[in-house]
T-cell receptor, first 114, second 113 residues
Framework: ETGVTQSPTHLIKTRGQQVTLRCSSQ?????VSWYQQALGQGPQFIFQ???????GRGNFPPRFSGLQFPNYSSELNVNALELDDSALYLC?????????????FGEGSWLTVV | AQSVTQLGSHVSVSEGALVLLRCNYS??????LFWYVQYPNQGLQLLLK??????LVKGINGFEAEFKKSETSFHLTKPSAHMSDAAEYFC???????????FGKGTRLSVIA
């Protein structure tokens, strides 16, 4: 039990649609990060939020966007879905900005784009 | 830029045998290193982490890893494999400050009865 919960667990979308994935972090965790894990690959960093501000971004296009709320919840939004967006999306939270901090992962949201 | 290489995408061992999963990293600054385990259809669970204290790190479920700076390695070991250890294992690196975790591609561990 990591204290990080994600919803929905599975969803199917059509190419071109938009999707919102949600995450609830541990209370007190100021940092939330999102990762994309394609089948058979390691997780890839999408972006990080610290106290509701974007604080780092990986090599993902602007159609991937996010929000972090004061109640330690967050969202990942993906517009104009493409087939290659099919993946497991992982939310992770930590107290501070990484480094030695332990990063706790949720169970993930499986997105299939058809 | 930081990177992680996990040698062997699939490792198979017999129950009771030694488990050795290899991880080499690249980092221009002192690294923090992590091993995560992922069971089928689940998220990532932290096994252990190295944060510049002891170079031999003990984790959960009997796993341990040794940080070797000269070899830029952080291999994961367990003396005796159990069937429940079958899973995907990921090594990851980061550093102090605002840097994200960089993961390797993972090693799938199979345990044969």
């Amino acid at each position: 039990e990591t204290g990080v919960t994600q919803s929905p667990t599975h969803l199917i979308k059509t190419r071109g649609q938009q999707v919102t994935l949600r995450c609830s972090s541990q209370s007190g965790h100021n940092t939330v990060s999102w990762y994309q894990q394609a089948l058979g690959q390691g997780p890839q960093f999408i972006f990080q939020y610290y106290r509701e501000e974007e604080n780092g971004r990986g090599n993902f296009p602007p159609r991937f966007s996010g929000l972090q709320f004061p109640n330690y919840s967050s969202e990942l939004n993906v517009n104009a879905l493409e087939l290659d967006d099919s993946a497991l999306y992982l939310c992770a939270s930590s107290l501070g900005l990484g480094g030695a901090d332990t990063i706790y992962f949720g169970e993930g949201s499986w997105l299939t784009v058809v | 830029a930081q990177s992680v290489t996990q040698l062997g995408s699939h490792v198979s061992v017999s129950e009771g045998a030694l488990v050795l999963l290899r991880c080499n990293y690249s980092s221009s600054v002192p690294p923090y290193l992590f091993w995560y385990v992922q069971y089928p259809n689940q998220g990532l669970q932290l096994l252990l982490k190295y944060t510049s204290a002891a170079t031999l790190v003990k984790g959960i479920n009997g796993f341990e890893a040794e940080f070797k700076k000269s070899e830029t390695s952080f291999h994961l070991t367990k003396p005796s494999a159990h069937m429940s250890d079958a899973a995907e294992y990921f090594c990851a690196v980061t550093s102090s400050g605002n840097t994200p975790l960089v993961f390797g591609k993972g090693t799938r561990l199979s345990v044969i009865a």
